[in-house]
């Protein structure tokens, strides 16, 4: 198995720009999450979905993130327009949600610097 | 929101030797789960353990829960410096679904 996918690594930008970073997670896996991490707070989860459908997207920041799973292969998080704060790495995890609370399995994250 | 407290945040030890982190927890949880994270790279599931379980064992790794005092502990014995990661404590809240809240973390620096 390819593991989850993120794309891209690395994205650099300048405020106000949109930026849409792409996920792909284990086949057979239902659960999707997304998470930023940064020094000054640590990982925070952002939103996750289940069988496509955003269960708890409390942690998104504001109305510049926006997070959509149109089939079960691929979701995507966008922040339109980015700001310097929004600098951070971004991760997408997946789970088989049947069991409560299983292992989650980690990509290996975009890291995004917004000028 | 519940969090996850590690102690110490950062420990550095002599290969060979015993690392032991912490993690404290507010709230009911359903499971604890460890995850090491390596420079640069996503986390990596090391262990889960259930509220209903005090010990469990995992090669090197042996994980610690006291549902009474809101804690648990990870040793890892006969370090290396491939243990060398900072290490996460995640708790899945009961009756909270599938999300995982992660604490702080524990860097760990294992020197030869």
């Known amino acids: 198995d390819a593991g989850v996918i993120q794309s891209p690594r690395h994205e650099v930008t300048e405020m106000g720009q949109e930026v849409t970073l792409r996920c792909k997670p284990i086949?057979?896996?239902?659960?999707l999450f997304w998470y930023r991490q940064t020094m000054m707070r640590g990982l925070e989860l952002l939103i996750y979905?289940?069988?496509?459908?955003?269960?708890?997207d409390s942690g998104m920041p504001e109305d510049r993130f926006s997070a959509k799973m149109p089939n079960a292969s691929f979701s995507t998080l966008k922040i339109q327009p980015s700001e310097p704060r929004d600098s951070a790495v971004y991760f997408c995890a997946s789970s088989f949600s049947e069991l409560i609370n299983n292992e989650q399995f980690f990509g290996p994250g975009t890291r995004l610097t917004v000028l | 929101s519940q969090q996850g407290e590690e102690d110490p945040q950062a420990l550095s030890i002599q290969e060979g030797e015993n690392a032991t982190m912490n993690c404290s927890y507010k709230?009911?949880?359903?499971?604890l789960q460890w995850y090491r994270q390596n420079s640069g790279r996503g986390l990596v599931h090391l262990i889960l353990?259930?509220?209903?379980?005090r010990e469990k064992h995992s090669g090197r790794l042996r994980v610690t829960l006291d549902t009474s005092k809101k804690s648990s502990s990870l040793l890892i014995t006969a370090s290396r410096a491939a243990d060398t990661a900072s290490y996460f404590c995640a708790t899945g809240l009961a009756g909270g679904g599938n999300k995982l809240t992660f604490g702080t973390g524990t860097q760990l620096k294992v020197e030869l």
């Open positions: 979905f289940n069988n496509n459908v955003p269960i708890d």
């Open positions: 709230t009911s949880i359903n499971n």
């Open positions: 353990i259930r509220s209903n379980e």
């Open positions: 086949s057979g896996h239902n659960s």
